[in-house]
């Protein structure tokens, strides 16, 4: 931040109003130029007191620096007018203020007060948040994990994991290990309870890889990431960074990821445990996951970081936009040539993913919610008995473990419907003034409303998934094909192989428990990410400002079957 914009700030904040000049909104700090950006023009970034980082264009970024409370608007517009080669009036001025910074939270009200802030509320973003691990510890943990990130310790821990990899892999295996934990499926909690702390030291990753390049790492908490419960951790502060630092941060859980693999390797080595090596290939497992850059995983924000492109799910509408002859979308030509060819790309590839994901999750949908009905039933039988037997932790244990089966549902449920209204309304808006339009539209989601109602309609198919079966991708496709059936997730063929696909409680026997456990998942969700378009954008007069962006706030989450 300059010295200037550090003293409008402070001045701003202090400085009382009373429909007189314009102040800052209490916490606002200019932060300057958005560096190594993915645009044209690099754009200037603030942030809010709630978090959220706002995209600038330099005429408002310089507007907000002149700024300070006490400043009439001929004041400022002498200011803006020098900084930038614009002849700005008064008028001008204060219709910025009014029409641009007052609606982004930039600027206070014209009474004086705060404005009320609006949270943006991005596509496919973690939800339920609570903070768990408040900034201060946080800042102490990082402490401990901090010399980490030196470079040689970062080259010899990497050197490290790759001797160990070429040995376990090519010439030891992991057979064994495989062998023993079939053999004791009690070493399965062992291995989940593992994956979980994995996941946390994750996020510890993101947040010390933040600070160690300079940024304010937040708090750390938990939510909801599309079904899966996940941790999170605020490094919003990144986007003060460069390039380079954002990288760091974006790779600072899978690095860590990294870190606890050849730590467990090391274990075994001493110990000679077979299982620990099923340990470390879980964590590869991991990273590969991580990497893929179509959900709000870590290989989203890489992407989004090597571009320069803060919030690339935002980009999805124009890039399709501009593709269509005789289309064009600003937006995207404000884009630099070698990044726009990027983002297209990821875009054409990303829209299939997510038809085939949210498109298994529609049609799974029965069967998942009966094997989690089967499994609560199973849970409250145990749960009764040992309260009958007077065994109480046992009982509060099933209970603990009967809440716990809602979250995926609930998740499912919620990520699902956000992203149908978001896709009505969105259609909505666009149909508006066309009647043509508005009947398509219509006519489209009363076909997708009737498609979900006869895969949905109960007609046998709500059986529960059984140990057998493994939930491939080429499954998946398989099951888009008998759409027809009625019942694609457990076709009648299907069933009759399974023997009835019963359930486990019906059966009287068997443990539901008995399969490899869910992997956990990270996805870096920035707390305050310059450039969340899904946040409150405001129309501005031509040829006078640039698009001004809310952000959404950058958390990087760890999604556990338990989201820098």
């Not at 490290?160 to 030891?172: C, N, P, S």
């Not at 508006?432 to 006519?443: D, I």
Request: aromatic fraction near 10%; glycine fraction near 10%.
């Amino acid at each position: 931040m300059t010295k200037e914009a550090q003293t409008a700030q402070a001045d701003g904040a202090r400085a009382p109003q009373a429909d007189g000049p314009p102040r800052l909104a209490e916490g606002i700090e200019l932060i300057g130029e958005y560096e190594d950006s993915g645009y044209k023009e690099a754009p200037s970034i603030a942030r809010r007191a709630d978090g959220q980082v706002i995209q600038l264009p330099a005429i408002l970024y310089h507007l907000a620096e002149s700024i300070n409370g006490r400043r009439t608007y001929d004041e400022i517009a002498e200011r803006v007018t020098d900084a930038t080669g614009r002849g700005l009036g008064p008028e001008e001025i204060k219709y910025l203020v009014d029409e641009k910074l007052r609606p982004l939270g930039v600027v206070a009200r014209a009474d004086g007060k705060d404005p009320e802030l609006k949270k943006a509320d991005p596509l496919l973003a973690l939800k339920f948040r609570v903070a768990i691990v408040p900034e201060r510890v946080v800042h102490a943990v990082t402490s401990v994990f901090y010399p980490f990130f030196f470079p040689p310790v970062i080259v010899a821990a990497v050197a490290g994991l790759i001797t160990f990899d070429v040995w376990m892999f090519f010439f030891h295996g992991i057979a064994q290990g495989a062998r023993t934990i079939v053999y004791n499926p009690i070493l399965l909690f062992m291995l989940l309870g593992l994956v979980v702390i994995a996941t946390a030291l994750h996020e510890i990753g993101h947040a010390t890889a933040a600070r160690y390049g300079g940024a304010k790492p937040g708090v750390m908490g938990a939510g909801i990431y599309v079904v899966w419960p996940a941790f999170y951790t605020d490094v919003t502060d990144a986007y003060r960074l460069n390039r380079l630092g954002r990288l760091r941060t974006d790779l600072g859980g899978i690095y860590f990821n990294a870190l606890f693999a050849l730590g467990t390797a090391g274990v075994y080595l001493l110990t000679g445990f077979e299982p620990l090596l099923i340990v470390v290939l879980v964590q590869h497992f991991q990273i590969i996951q991580q990497l893929l850059p179509f959900l709000r995983l870590d290989g989203y924000y890489i992407l989004s970081d090597l571009t320069g492109v803060p919030d690339l799910f935002n980009r999805i509408k124009p890039t399709l936009k501009s593709l269509v002859p005789g289309k064009k979308d600003e937006s995207v030509d404000e884009l630099k040539p070698w990044v726009r060819t990027v983002v297209i790309g990821w875009v054409l590839l990303l829209i299939p993913v997510l038809l085939f994901v949210f498109g298994s999750i529609m049609i799974n949908a029965p069967r998942i919610f009966a094997t989690a009905y089967d499994s609560f039933l199973v849970h409250y039988d145990k749960a009764r008995a040992a309260f009958d037997d007077g065994h109480t932790a046992k009982g509060v244990l099933g209970g603990v473990q009967m809440a716990t089966l809602g979250l995926p549902a609930l998740g499912m449920a919620l990520s699902s419907s956000r992203a149908g209204v978001r896709a009505f309304s969105g259609g909505w808006h666009w149909s508006e003034g066309a009647p043509l339009r508005r009947v398509g539209l219509v006519s489209g989601t009363a076909a997708f409303i009737a498609l979900l109602g006869f895969i949905w309609y109960p007609n046998g198919d709500y059986r529960p998934i059984q140990r057998g079966e493994r939930g491939t991708v080429q499954g998946a496709v398989a099951q888009f094909r008998e759409l027809q059936t009625g019942r694609p997730g457990l076709t009648s063929q299907r069933e009759q192989e399974l023997g009835g696909a019963p359930a486990v409680r019906d059966e009287g026997s068997g443990d539901p428990n008995e399969a490899p456990p869910p992997t956990s998942t990270s996805t870096t969700e920035t707390t305050t990410q310059p450039t969340d378009t899904s946040g409150a954008t405001t129309t501005q007069p031509a040829d006078t400002t640039g698009e001004a962006t809310t952000t959404q706030p950058t958390d990087t989450t760890g999604a556990t079957t338990t989201t820098p």
